[in-house]
Nanobody
Framework: QVQLVESGGGLVQAGDSLRLSCAASGLTFSRYVMGWFRQAPGKERDFVAAISWIGYNTKYADSVKGRFTISRDNAKNTVYLQMNRLKPEDTAVYFC??????????????????WGQGTQVTVSS
């Protein structure tokens, strides 16, 4: 059974940092592009970041460039999202996803076919 499990969310203050983790099982992790998306209440699910199979290529939403860093450890079947200088507008449920998109489609949610259940990140001002 393919499963993605996110962890590391929480309540923090503006300017703080968090690191999200997403542990994968039931799939050959190193063959998948891994992405992070987020969804705020009443809004659509938005792309945050993605990383290629062995980490050579990454892509970020403009809103998080320079603050967030995506990385992966294929030996641990885990992808990470380091979030620094958090802002209240980063508040959302964060989802990780696995898929095989081309680089140009990294930011398209329908390019991913496996999703985690999400972890809540709340940033207070």
């Amino acid at each position: 059974q393919v499963q993605l499990v996110e962890s590391g969310g929480g309540l923090v203050q503006a300017g703080d940092s968090l690191r999200l983790s997403c542990a994968a099982s039931g799939l050959t992790f190193s063959r998948y592009v891994m992405g992070w998306f987020r969804q705020a209440p009443g809004k659509e699910r938005d792309f945050v970041a993605a990383i290629s199979w062995i980490g050579y290529n990454t892509k970020y939403a403009d809103s998080v460039k320079g603050r967030f860093t995506i990385s992966r450890d294929n030996a641990k079947n885990t992808v990470y999202l380091q979030m620094n200088r958090l802002k209240p507008e980063d508040t959302a449920v964060y989802f990780c996803a696995a898929g095989t998109p081309k680089y140009g489609d990294y930011d398209i949610s329908r390019s991913y076919d496996t999703w985690g259940q999400g972890t809540q990140v709340t940033v207070s001002s």
